[in-house]
């Protein structure tokens, strides 16, 4: 919230000073401005992109794994009926996690970080005596599921702890600030552009 209202802030500002100093600035300088923004910005929604991309895949690569082990699980016998009980909890709780009826403080991130299912399943796994060589071998493939999973859980906490570098914000609200200006470098200056600013400004403060 704190990052938006400044940014609502410097960028309506900017557009105000384009209006004051229109007359004074060649246009060939507003429209290099304009463009370096809007290349900025590009960069900034293809590189949420892809780290939406890449944590989509990893969501649905985990759910053909927990499906995949629930089959391993049933296929290994009777006693693994805690384990999959378990499990089916693990996913209900992730699931609730993410997408909860009603947002709490446990939720998102920080809920999936502090879940330990995983570590439960596979302390159910290690107490199962196999008795056959079919056993041996689904057990094993299902430890190895199991530490497929909890290695990409860890490593989706980790990939959101990495947050868009202090400098790097600074630089794209420069030059969107810069952008604002060249648009009220060449607006006229009456009522309608300056309530079209306000009301830009109100919508960036709200998101």
């Not at 057990?139 to 190895?144: D, H, P, R």
Request: hydrophobic share 50%; aromatic share 6%.
């Amino acid at each position: 919230m704190t990052i938006g209202l400044i940014s609502a802030g410097c960028i309506f500002g900017g557009a105000l000073l384009g209006l004051l100093l229109q007359g004074h600035t060649v246009k060939v300088a507003a429209g290099m401005i304009a463009t370096l923004g809007a290349l900025v910005l590009g960069l900034l929604v293809g590189s949420a992109k892809s780290s939406f991309d890449a944590t989509n895949t990893a969501i649905t690569q985990n759910g053909a794994k927990i499906i995949l082990l629930d089959r391993v699980l049933a296929t290994y016998g009777p006693e693994t009926k805690a384990a999959r009980e378990q499990l089916r909890r693990a996913v209900a709780a992730g699931i609730e996690t993410f997408w909860p009826e009603e947002k709490n403080g446990g939720s998102g991130m920080t809920g999936f970080e502090r879940a330990n299912a995983m570590e439960m399943i596979q302390a159910k796994l290690r107490t199962l005596t196999p008795a056959t060589d079919a056993q041996r071998q689904l057990l094993s493939q299902a430890e190895q599921i199991s530490s497929d999973m909890l290695q990409a859980r860890w490593l989706l906490i980790e990939q959101a702890q990495s947050a868009l570098p202090t400098p790097f914000l600074v630089v794209l609200l420069f030059w969107l600030t810069m952008l604002h200006l060249s648009f009220g470098l060449f607006a006229p200056r009456n009522a309608t552009v300056a309530r079209c600013l306000c009301r830009a400004r109100s919508l960036l403060s709200w998101k």
